[in-house]
């Protein structure tokens, strides 16, 4: 083991001359392979983008893959809390990645910032998850959004389909608890895989089902095989997507088939077309902008967003915590935990965090808004 | 104290000491080693030694995880389950169960695939039994199962990497051991003959179709205690670590330490990890943070090692540290092993009556009788063609004939399979040597007295076998200086003469203490020499009962030795009688020759 | 389940299944030929696809490198070889097709806006790409352990898989592409909806293996490749080169994935990483055909297609558990009715 060198992927590499002890070091542990690397890429785009300083003091993002799995995603925490001793860890980009990164957190005393969905991360709140804090919406959020649109639509039943994995599993789970209690019926339940090359027999089961509306629960492009497959056999009803999908990518692959597709999307999406009035337009703009110039127009996606949440978050937090201690100190990790916990009115490109003990998340409705595709692009339902 | 168990010792000793040593990021890596080492391992049992390739030990691996997760972590359950959840100890012994049962079941459907199929088969339900995880909802589905209990021992709760690090070595150690006593056993060989030939450990009297089930439980037990510790040290499990993708993984790291040794899956293990972890830190520092080269670096280095290194790391490692090969110690004191009577002189051992053998239109065998006594030697000639061959298949029960018997010992051979055959006492060579070239000869010869011994996997792998063994390896020894093979009992079967392996064939037969003894060209290849010696040892087997079947070629070589010659031509019998007799017969001449002119 | 139900899955399950007949075609002929079991044939079918799908969206497709790269170790290795036995024409031959070819295609995408070609324009460079990518593989990485045992050359397979998804996710990204049909056209047929570009992949599967067999059958290099399947050492003797046997039987298996590429790629979403599944079910249909019989394997790859497309409108979660649960018997069935070989360990 003589190679016991830490060479590093960092952003903030120019730092590394001046590196001072009070540098403030983050960990963050993505997907950006495996089948979750379309979520995991913008994430590790955009956490160049992230704030070089704060507070006065340096920040160095140390950046690892997981390859969208939970061995590589806990040993990797490991590494960045044993080997670099990071003051923050923020990751991973799915849910079954993150909730294994717990106990390596609670562990070792060191605060968590998930960008994965489920709920489950951060609640119910006990002695381990007081030191996990997420970004992105609970699939619940989003999904009240479509049962609100359906409602209004008058949708009674609807068929689901969804990734097999924790992605579609955990949009299940809270869709149907949401849809029971607004007595909308799920009349059919299918799965399937996003690198399956056809859905036909699911599709037929969907339409068998003769639903008022279609839900797919996928993220990314494969969440266009369904859909397609769907208009191509004839279904002629509204379609829901979530917010998974809002990337230009899906409207590229899904093409004049997606037309008049209804899905609830956090701000970044539509940071352009938000009325100036809207709380989040201003802090979801300054993502957009700066992602895109940096990966070109159109490039943007929720996912990414995660990630610069997670920096917003920590450039609220850490000035609190550096005035109780010096970084690179359990002190000031278990300071910085608890000055995440007391984040108010924290603007985001996903939305406005508000955490307390029991809320690690901290978003509510500001956070989402419904959409469809119109002409091609995302436009605003009114 | 010798070199190999000064290594030993060392290596243990630095196991030891390390988790004072290293940082604890570093203490995780060996954990992770370990368990994977411990997947590997038995994947060397089964794909290495065995020769069975199985992609599916992944999923073995997380049903031991997934068992005690469910249990350990359920809410409540039903009464009658109660006390398994109690602790992490009970549900290791229920995943070790349920594993078993499991690969049984698995084992009883796939281990009959042949060759490419078996393969394919483990993939099968590799992905099923993968898919069935993330499907059950009361498993947690794709999401998981959080919260798993830490291991307790003696009142030490195991919940840091350098605690439950000595546990996780402690395990695969004892496993290495284990496997370590096993294939240097009774049964060990039995497995090692798996690999060489199914045909000739068959013969041998080894129940192979057992064997490669013993194998396959084995190496699915090893993954159950992995996929155990495995939860218990990452406390949370979902279904993406017991992928294909992951199996195949395993398969990787058993090939590249080097699939046939007990050491190579540590290396593997190892070697694979810190790869990934060292292409981790470097590769951004050389190529960018942009994109990521670590799947491509790591695969492409991967099929460089392999051009270099067929046999995986493991040989290569050996060779820099060199420790002299160990040789077995022959215990003159054992007690010989139990002998079988033989048959009075004259009495007839094996009777053929009117066998026919039909292969579509051609008739291989047409009507042949012949018999052997015991005390004496019969040889079967003939020019090629004639049927020797598929007359040998039919006495040894190879194959069985269209109309006809043969009588062994008075009881039908046919219906019989070789192993029953071997039993009742007769013992063979091949006309094509089998033998298990890696192997000493000393080891190869010891595999002929397979049935004359029993101790199992559990004594074997523990050393209670100790005794017989002792017995087994002194029966060998004699046997092969009976055969004048004495000079070369260690060196590897493959490195002698294909002369000498004929002798060796010959001495694994009789240390089966045959009554019958059947020779398929015993002196093809042989020099004048080794030819008078072999013809000695023939006749003194003779002068103490052996019967004897030889099919030859060599006119010189059976004339001077046997008592009488059946000599077949087109698939019929066209003369017997004694030598000088059959040396004389004009339609042996004819067949021979082509005729007197 | 209706009747006309059971009609459309069929009609899928066909559609898949004439793709994954192509790659047991392939993956039986480089087993037979050279005992590799060709994990790989997956991504070129991805390469095929998105290669392509590159060049629809107007830039040069990243493949180009890489064949290139390919094409200079096969000039240093073989180059070298040949200069030092004094073989200067042979060394000229051996850049002219491992250098000279791949950077006159590079040089073309220089000169040529992508952009501005046609469709079929696009499939025959798609193909010019990464069709000579499979005899380059075959030399530099199996050729030098052709001997090896079969687990040994799993391994480098599996090894090479790695690699190739790795860069297939640097060269196109995480997600997904689709082409636009060779042809808009589409009727109707009962219950059935017909498009032109499932005809393109029905009838284009089938005489291929028509050519196949044709090539088998009726050529000098058909017929050597038979007879090295047959019996390696005694190709060897009657003068057939081994190597040459290698990269040849690699050339037509990276044709048959590129071309199944260009031919669902506007059918289905095509990703990096969707080649390991697809190849996992020509491997089943493959092995159902004792990984020697072409017409079992075809008929084993409609099967699968069939199976597949039923379990998905049966029980889609448990799709996978039902496509490979149930060929357990049929493994079973072919291995005891199979004539036992020894293995050749």
Redesign the interface.
């Given at each position: 083991m003589k190679l016991r060198r830490t060479l590093l992927a960092t952003i903030g590499l120019a730092f590394a001359a001046t590196a001072a002890q009070a540098e403030i070091k983050v960990g963050v542990v993505l997907s950006a392979t495996g089948p979750a690397a379309s979520l995991g890429i913008p994430e590790r785009n955009t956490v160049s983008l992230l704030p070089a300083t704060i507070g006065g003091e340096p920040v160095r993002y140390i950046v690892l893959d997981d390859a969208s799995d939970t061995t590589t995603a806990v040993k990797n925490a490991r590494k960045l809390v044993a080997e670099d001793k990071v003051d923050v860890l923020v990751g991973s980009t799915t849910s079954p990645a993150s909730l294994a990164m717990i106990d390596v957190a609670a562990e070792t005393q060191t605060p968590m910032i998930s960008m994965a969905a489920s709920a489950r991360i951060v609640a119910p709140m006990d002695d381990k998850k007081r030191w996990i804090f997420k970004t992105p919406q609970n699939d619940k959020q989003m999904a009240s959004a479509i049962i609100e649109h359906m409602s209004a639509n008058k949708v009674k039943t609807v068929s689901f389909i969804g990734f097999a994995n924790a992605y579609g599993e955990g949009w299940h789970e809270q869709f149907k608890q949401l849809a029971e209690g607004a007595g909308i019926r799920i009349v059919a339940n299918e799965r399937f895989n996003p690198a399956d090359t056809s859905v036909t027999g699911q599709a037929l089961k969907l339409m068998s089902a003769k639903p008022d509306a279609v839900f797919i629960a996928g993220s990314g492009t494969p969440a266009a095989l369904p859909q397609k497959t769907l208009r191509e056999r004839g279904y002629k009803g509204p379609v829901y997507q979530t917010h998974g999908v809002a990337n230009n990518d899906f409207l590229r692959i899904c093409g004049k088939d997606c037309e008049g597709t209804l899905l609830p999307v956090g701000p970044v999406q539509m940071a352009r077309s938000l009325p100036d009035s809207n709380p989040v337009r201003a802090s979801a703009l300054a993502y957009v902008e700066k992602y895109e110039a940096a990966n070109g127009a159109g490039t943007v996606s929720s996912f990414g967003a995660y990630a610069w949440d997670a920096g917003v978050l920590l450039e609220a937090a850490a000035p609190n915590a550096l005035k109780a201690a010096k970084p690179g100190t359990a002190e000031f990790r278990a300071a910085l935990r608890d000055a995440l916990e007391s984040v108010k009115e924290v603007a985001g490109a996903t939305g406005i965090y508000s955490m307390s003990a029991d809320d690690h998340l901290g978003l509510d409705e500001r956070s989402r808004v419904m959409i469809e595709i119109r002409n091609g692009t995302w436009s605003l339902l009114k | 104290m010798s070199a190999d168990r000064l290594l030993l010792g060392g290596f243990l000793a630095v196991l030891l000491v390390l988790p004072a040593v290293?940082?604890?990021?570093?203490i995780?890596?060996l954990n992770?080693i370990g368990l994977y080492a411990m997947v590997a391992l038995g994947l060397v049992l089964l794909?290495g030694v065995g020769?069975l390739?199985s992609f599916g030990q992944a999923a073995f691996v997380g049903l031991g995880a997934y068992t005690t997760a469910a249990l350990t972590t359920a809410a409540e359950l039903p009464g009658w389950l109660a006390w398994v959840g109690a602790s992490p100890w009970l549900t290791l012994v229920a995943g070790l169960l349920i594993t078993a049962t499991v690969a049984l079941v698995l084992g009883s459907?796939?281990l009959?695939?042949?060759?490419?199929?078996l393969?394919?088969?483990t993939?099968?339900?590799g992905?099923?039994l993968y898919?069935?995880f993330?499907?059950m909802e009361s498993l947690g589905?794709?999401?998981?199962i959080?919260g798993i209990p830490p291991i307790e021992l003696f009142g030490w709760t195991l919940?840091?990497?350098g605690e439950i690090y000595y546990l996780i070595w402690a395990f695969l150690l004892v496993a290495m051991l284990t496997t370590h006593n096993l294939l240097d056993s009774r049964e060990g060989r039995a497995i090692r003959a798996l690999?060489g030939?199914?045909?000739m450990a068959e013969a041998m009297g080894v129940d192979t179709s057992r064997a490669r089930m013993i194998i396959f439980i084995i190496a699915a037990l090893h993954a159950c205690a992995a996929g155990w510790l495995?939860a218990h040290m990452?406390?949370?499990v979902?279904p993406?670590?017991f992928g294909v993708h992951?199996g195949?993984e395993y398969?990787?790291m058993a090939?590249?330490g080097g699939?046939g040794y007990v050491w190579g899956a540590i290396v593997g293990a190892g070697v694979i990890t810190v790869l990934k972890?060292?292409l981790?830190?470097?590769l951004?520092?050389l190529l960018g943070?942009s994109?990521?080269?670590?799947?491509?670096?790591?695969?492409?280095l991967?099929?460089l090692v392999?051009?270099r290194a067929?046999e995986g790391l493991w040989p290569i490692l050996k060779k820099l540290v060199p420790v002299p090969a160990v040789r077995k110690k022959i215990d003159d004191a054992a007690a010989p092993l139990p002998r079988r009577t033989l048959p009075a002189a004259g009495e007839p051992i094996l009777v053929a009556k009117n066998v026919t053998r039909k292969f579509g239109g051609l008739v291989a065998n047409n009507d042949m009788s012949l018999e052997v006594r015991a005390g004496e030697i019969l040889a079967l000639i003939g020019p090629n063609g004639a049927g020797k061959s598929t007359m040998f298949n039919q006495i040894s029960g190879v194959d069985t004939p269209t109309s006809g018997e043969v009588l062994f010992l008075g009881k039908p051979v046919a219906g019989h399979d070789s192993r029953e055959i071997a039993r009742m006492g007769m013992s063979r060579s091949f006309q094509h040597v089998k033998l298990l070239p890696t192997m000493s000869v000393l080891e190869n010869v010891a595999i002929g007295a397979h049935l004359r011994s029993g101790k199992g996997v559990l004594s074997s792998a523990w050393r209670l076998d100790r005794a017989e063994e002792a017995r087994i390896l002194k029966e060998a020894a004699w046997q092969i200086e009976r055969v004048g093979l004495k000079d070369f009992m260690y060196e590897e079967a493959g490195s002698l003469a294909l002369g000498q392996q004929r002798i060796l064939e010959i001495a694994r037969a009789l240390c089966a203490d045959p009554c019958l003894l059947l020779l398929d060209e015993p002196a093809a290849g042989l020099r004048l020499k080794e030819k008078q010696a072999l013809g000695e040892l023939l006749r003194k087997l003779r002068s103490e009962g052996m019967a004897t079947l030889i099919v030859e070629h060599d006119m010189d070589f059976v004339m001077g030795l046997v008592d009488r010659v059946v000599v077949m031509e087109f698939g019929q019998k066209i003369a017997e009688g004694l030598p000088d007799e059959i040396q004389k017969n004009p339609a042996v001449l004819e067949a021979y020759l082509g005729g007197v002119e | 389940m209706d009747i006309s139900i059971a009609l459309i899955l069929g009609q899928d399950g066909i559609t898949n299944g004439a793709i994954y007949a192509l790659l047991a075609l392939a993956l039986v002929l480089v087993f037979a030929v050279t005992r590799v079991i060709f994990i790989q044939q997956g991504e070129f079918v991805a390469y095929g696809a998105l290669t392509l799908a590159m060049m629809q969206g107007g830039s040069v497709p990243a493949t180009v490198w890489l064949l290139l790269a390919m094409g200079v170790l096969v000039t240093l290795f073989d180059g070298a070889a040949a200069l030092r036995s004094g073989q200067a024409r042979k060394a000229l031959g051996v850049a002219g097709w491992n250098l000279a070819y791949p950077l006159a295609l590079a040089g073309l995408f220089a000169v040529v806006p992508v952009a501005s070609l046609p469709l079929f324009a696009h499939v025959v460079l798609t193909l010019a790409i990464v069709v000579p990518m499979g005899p380059m593989m075959y030399r530099l990485m199996y050729q030098p352990i052709a001997s090896a045992p079969v687990l040994i050359l799993l391994i480098v397979s599996v090894a090479l898989h790695i690699a190739m998804v790795g860069l297939g996710l640097l060269f196109f990204g995480a997600e997904g592409q689709r082409t636009p049909a060779f042809s808009e056209a589409s009727f109707d047929l009962g219950p059935l909806l017909i498009t032109g570009q499932t005809l393109w992949v029905l009838v284009v599967s089938a005489l291929l293996i028509v050519a196949l067999y044709q090539f088998f059958e009726r050529t000098l290099y058909g017929k050597a490749l038979r007879a090295t399947a047959i019996n390696r050492v005694g190709a060897q003797l009657m003068g057939i080169s081994p190597a040459l046997a290698g990269k040849l039987t690699f050339l037509l298996a990276a044709f048959i994935g590129a071309l199944s590429g260009v031919l669902i790629a506007p059918i289905t979403t095509i990703y990096y990483d969707t080649g390991f599944l697809i190849a996992l079910k020509g491997f089943v249909a493959a092995i159902i055909g004792g990984l020697a019989s072409y017409p079992l394997a075809a008929l084993g790859a409609l099967a699968v297609g069939l199976l597949e497309a039923f379990a998905s409108f049966w029980a889609s979660a448990y799709k996978e558990v039902i496509v490979f649960t149930l060929i357990i018997p049929v493994l079973l069935w072919r291995s005891l009715s199979t004539h036992h070989v020894e293995e050749e360990e």
């Open positions: - | 290293l940082s604890p990021y570093y995780t890596l992770y794909t020769g390739t459907l796939t009959k695939l042949s060759g490419h199929f393969p394919l088969g993939i099968a339900w992905i099923s898919f069935l993330g499907t589905g794709h999401t998981g959080t919940d840091e990497g690999k030939g199914r045909v495995y990452q406390r949370f979902n993406t670590p992951i195949i398969l990787f090939v590249l699939a972890q060292w981790q830190d470097w951004p520092q943070a994109g990521n080269f670590e799947m491509i670096v790591f695969g492409i991967m099929v392999l051009h067929r | -």
